[in-house]
């Protein structure tokens, strides 16, 4: 396994497998600059990223037994998320879209994944993928979109006219995990919380405190057409490391602040 910094110049894309960057070991996957994500493939439970703890809290919310699920990854990062649905739900089927083949291998090959982990991979624009599977109704309960080149979300994926694709594609009680970039006055993350609202009757946004008053970081959505299991997401957050804040209903729309979803076509 890798003890040093490992690096991909690709035609498409430039990565850094930097080491020894969490307080227990393991690595930082580093793109255009960006550390994307952290991984310790000695422990897939080891979740340093604030926002990567939201999404792996939420799916333990949401799927609180170690029963297998079968889960759909737009963005496959350093994998962190697959490697840890694995570890916790043993026998998951698990799907990722990677737009970059070159990243995914990179990955594969630095940190291989344990042979648990049942995954299998294609390499495409998340668009792509999902409008050419919205064919095949149900199956996912799982859909984790995070999907960023640098440091900007790609304006095709997030529309709602993406989502109602990615919708057909879930189980009724499946659920979408959507990370978006805190950018100025949070406006992406408002509008996909509003786009993600006209498709789905349940949404959820978990940022923490100093994100919402301006700091650098993300906010993660949580969409379903079932109840979100609010006493499970409040058991978390309340022992967070910072406070983090747990929005649904009126304090959704107080969030949301009357920004409009995104379609197909929108120029921002």
Same mark, same amino acid.
């Given at each position: 396994?890798?003890?040093?910094?490992?690096?991909? =110049?690709?035609?498409?894309?430039?990565? $850094?497998?930097?080491?020894? $960057?969490?307080?227990?070991?393991?690595?930082?996957?580093?793109?255009?600059?960006?550390?994307?994500?952290?991984?310790?493939?000695?422990?897939?439970?080891?979740?340093?990223?604030?926002?990567?703890?939201?999404?792996?809290?939420?799916?333990?919310?949401?799927?609180?037994?170690?029963?297998?699920?079968?889960?759909?990854?737009?963005?496959?990062?350093?994998?962190?998320?697959?490697?840890?649905?694995?570890?916790?739900?043993?026998?998951?089927?698990?799907?990722?879209?990677?737009?970059?083949?070159?990243?995914?291998?990179?990955?594969?090959?630095?940190?291989?994944? $344990?042979?648990?982990?049942?995954?299998?991979?294609?390499?495409?624009?998340?668009?792509?993928?999902?409008?050419?599977?919205?064919?095949?109704?149900?199956?996912? =309960?799982?859909?984790?979109?995070?999907?960023?080149?640098?440091?900007?979300?790609?304006?095709?994926?997030?529309?709602?006219?993406?989502?109602?694709?990615?919708? =057909?594609? *879930?189980?009724?009680?499946?659920?979408?995990?959507?990370?978006?970039?805190?950018?100025?006055?949070?406006?992406?993350?408002?509008?996909?919380?509003?786009?993600?609202?006209?498709?789905?009757?349940?949404?959820?946004?978990?940022?923490?405190?100093?994100?919402?008053?301006?700091?650098?970081?993300?906010?993660?959505?949580?969409?379903?057409?079932?109840?979100?299991? *609010?006493?499970?997401?409040?058991?978390?957050?309340?022992?967070?490391?910072?406070?983090?804040?747990?929005?649904?209903?009126?304090?959704?729309?107080?969030?949301?602040?009357?920004?409009?979803?995104?379609?197909?076509?929108?120029?921002?």
């Amino acid at each position: 396994m890798a003890e040093a910094t490992l690096e991909l =110049d690709g035609e498409q894309v430039h990565a $850094r497998l930097v080491p020894n $960057r969490g307080t227990n070991g393991g690595f930082s996957l580093v793109i255009d600059g960006t550390t994307q994500s952290h991984v310790n493939p000695d422990d897939p439970l080891d979740i340093q990223l604030e926002y990567v703890r939201h999404v792996t809290n939420l799916i333990d919310a949401w799927h609180p037994s170690d029963a297998p699920i079968s889960a759909l990854h737009l963005g496959g990062g350093a994998l962190s998320i697959p490697r840890y649905v694995a570890a916790t739900r043993p026998g998951s089927r698990q799907h990722v879209v990677e737009l970059h083949r070159e990243l995914f291998e990179f990955v594969v090959d630095a940190l291989p994944l $344990r042979d648990e982990v049942e995954l299998t991979a294609e390499f495409d624009d998340a668009r792509a993928a999902v409008d050419r599977s919205a064919r095949f109704r149900g199956g996912y =309960d799982l859909a984790v979109v995070d999907v960023f080149s640098g440091s900007v979300a790609p304006p095709n994926v997030g529309t709602i006219e993406f989502f109602r694709g990615l919708a =057909d594609l *879930l189980t009724p009680t499946g659920i979408v995990l959507v990370n978006t970039l805190a950018t100025s006055e949070l406006q992406l993350s408002r509008r996909m919380a509003a786009t993600l609202a006209e498709e789905f009757e349940e949404v959820t946004a978990l940022v923490s405190e100093v994100v919402l008053e301006g700091a650098p970081g993300n906010v993660v959505l949580a969409a379903s057409r079932t109840s979100a299991p *609010l006493d499970e997401i409040l058991r978390w957050t309340a022992s967070a490391p910072r406070p983090v804040l747990v929005l649904q209903d009126d304090r959704l729309d107080r969030f949301v602040d009357g920004a409009g979803p995104r379609r197909d076509g929108d120029s921002g």
